[in-house]
């Protein structure tokens, strides 16, 4: 596999749930990264992992907690969220050092019901 | 703090139409630019960057020209396809000490480009 894998793909979770979403790169990139994407909002970033040490935390309630084990992996660990949190939710990496070049994910859609 | 601002859409236009998504931005600095593609069921990827004033960054008969007097970026293509049909996302990226950004782009808020046969 080439590029930047995320899964599940979709995702259904009640509130009271714990989940996990997971990403892979086989890029060789040295960075990555959390987006969530809402309806008619603007991409939002939520974390940012640079050689597996978080170098961002933009302000994430604690019910979303990251974990990077090496740097082709990383995982949103997910737990008692609201229903506003559904969303699509975006990996991306980098080769670190770059100006903003990042290789996307294709996202995975999580509803909270 | 950094903000883009992109037309609202949703844009639809008949096959070969000449194609403007207006993007202006404030930056604190000296900010790269973007243009990020997304198709139908994919994740975002890159369609074009500039990284100074007056650059002009190009890719798949796509332009969009680094406008510092007006801070903008607007995207244009002279003939659209239905191939097109995605939504278009305007970003910046400030440079930080050490000359890097890792990744911390700011994003417009996405239009959508409908291309009709």
């Known amino acids: 596999e080439t590029g930047v894998t995320q899964t599940p793909r979709h995702l259904v979770m009640g509130m009271t749930n714990k989940k996990s979403l997971k990403c892979e790169q086989h890029?060789?990139?040295?960075?990555m990264y959390w987006y969530k994407q809402s309806a008619k909002k603007p991409l939002e970033l939520m974390f940012v992992?640079?050689?597996?040490?978080?170098?961002e935390n933009n302000s994430v309630p604690s019910r979303f907690s990251p974990e990077c084990p090496n740097s082709s992996h990383l995982f949103l660990h997910l737990h008692t969220l609201q229903p506003e949190d559904s969303a699509l939710y975006l990996c991306?990496?980098?080769?670190?050092?770059?100006?903003?070049?990042?290789?996307f994910g294709e996202g995975s859609r999580l509803t909270v019901l | 703090g950094n903000s883009v601002t992109q037309m609202e859409g949703p844009v639809t236009l008949s096959e070969e139409a000449f194609l403007t998504i207006n993007c202006t931005y404030t930056?604190?600095?000296?900010?790269?630019l973007f243009w990020y593609v997304q198709y139908p069921g994919e994740g975002l990827q890159l369609l074009l960057k500039?990284?100074?004033?007056?650059d002009k960054g190009s890719n798949k008969g796509f332009e969009a020209t680094y406008r510092k007097e007006t801070t903008s970026f607007h995207l244009e293509k002279g003939s659209v396809q239905v191939s097109d049909s995605a939504v278009y996302f305007c970003?910046?990226?400030?440079?930080?000490?050490?000359?890097?950004?890792?990744?911390?782009?700011?994003f417009g808020q996405g239009t959508i480009l409908t291309v009709h046969p």
């Open positions: 991306a990496s980098s080769l670190g050092g770059d100006t903003g070049e990042l290789f």
């Open positions: 890029l060789g990139h040295n960075a």
């Open positions: 992992y640079n050689f597996k040490e978080q170098t």
């Open positions: 930056a604190t600095g000296y900010p790269s």
């Open positions: 500039a990284t100074k004033a007056d």
């Open positions: 970003a910046l990226s400030e440079i930080y000490a050490g000359g890097t950004s890792y990744g911390k782009l700011t």
